[in-house]
T-cell receptor, first 111, second 110 residues
Framework: DAGVIQSPRHEVTEMGQEVTLRCKPI?????LFWYRQTMMRGLELLIY????????DSGMPEDRFSAKMPNASFSTLKIQPSEPRDSAVYFC?????????FGPGTRLLVL | GIQVEQSPPDLILQEGANSTLRCNFS?????LQWFHQNPWGQLINLFY???GTKQNGRLSATTVATERYSLLYISSSQTTDSGVYFC????????????FGRGTQLTVWP
C-alpha cells in the first residue's frame, strides 16, 4: 500500500487567502484524523472521522477551520481566511484498528 | 484532556549505547502508542501498548497501567534512531483521539 497521501507537501500563502489541504487514507481504513504540529503546542488533534462521519471536532481552533470527508478515500481540511498563526505542519492519519498511520504532512506557511 | 509528560526532554547518546524513555500520564488509559518522528518529519508508529510488554528488534516497551507510566527501551542505539519519540494516550476507546506528550529528542552520534 502507498500509505497515507497528503497534498500539497508545502504551501506558502498570504494572510486572508483560503487554504485547502488534502488527504487520501490507507485503503480500507475507516478512521481518519487531522493533527497540527507547532513548536508552541506540539501535536494536537483537530478532528477525526469514522466511516466518513465527523466524530470529534473539539480540537478545531475556530470557525475558520473546516474539514470534510465526502468518501472513504478522500478528506480535506480548509482554512478560510488563513492567518499567520495557522503556520504549522498538518498531518493526516488513518487507522483500521488501534494503530494510527501518519502521512508525510503538509508544511503550511502563512505570510 | 489527559496530561502526558515525557522525560527526558533531550537525550544525547553515542552509537551502541542503551536508553530508556519515560511517559507519565495523568489518568487511566485504554490506548497508549509510541511514535518516532524522524529528522525529515515522518511519524512512524512503534508500539500500541496500553499495558504489558512488547518487543520489536532493538526496541521494547513496557506499560504499567496501574501506576500510569510507560517506558520505551532502545538498545544498541544507531544513528538512524535519532529523532523525536512521542508517547500518545487516550482514556476512552482504543480507537479515536490521542493526546500527545511533548516528546523526547534523541540524538545518536557515530
Amino acid at each position: 500500500d502507498a500509505g497515507v497521501i497528503q497534498s500539497p507537501r508545502h504551501e506558502v500563502t498570504e494572510m486572508g487567502q483560503e487554504v485547502t489541504l488534502r488527504c487520501k487514507p490507507i485503503s480500507g481504513h475507516d478512521y481518519l484524523f487531522w493533527y497540527r504540529q507547532t513548536m508552541m503546542r506540539g501535536l494536537e488533534l483537530l478532528i477525526y472521522f469514522n466511516n466518513n462521519v465527523p466524530i470529534d471536532d473539539s480540537g478545531m481552533p475556530e470557525d475558520r477551520f473546516s474539514a470534510k470527508m465526502p468518501n472513504a478515500s478522500f478528506s480535506t481540511l480548509k482554512i478560510q481566511p488563513s492567518e499567520p498563526r495557522d503556520s504549522a505542519v498538518y498531518f493526516c492519519a488513518s487507522s483500521l484498528r488501534e494503530t494510527q498511520y501518519f502521512g508525510p504532512g503538509t508544511r503550511l506557511l502563512v505570510l | 484532556g489527559i496530561q502526558v509528560e515525557q522525560s527526558p526532554p533531550d537525550l544525547i547518546l553515542q552509537e551502541g549505547a542503551n536508553s530508556t524513555l519515560r511517559c507519565n500520564f495523568s489518568d487511566s488509559v485504554n490506548n497508549l502508542q509510541w511514535f518516532h518522528q524522524n529528522p525529515w518529519g515522518q511519524l512512524i508508529n512503534l508500539f500500541y501498548i496500553p499495558s504489558g510488554t512488547k518487543q520489536n528488534g532493538r526496541l521494547s516497551a513496557t506499560t504499567v497501567a496501574t501506576e500510569r507510566y510507560s517506558l520505551l527501551y532502545i538498545s544498541s542505539s544507531q544513528t538512524t534512531d535519532s529523532g523525536v519519540y512521542f508517547c500518545a494516550v487516550d482514556r476512552g476507546s482504543t480507537l479515536g483521539r490521542l493526546y500527545f506528550g511533548r516528546g523526547t529528542q534523541l540524538t545518536v552520534w557515530p
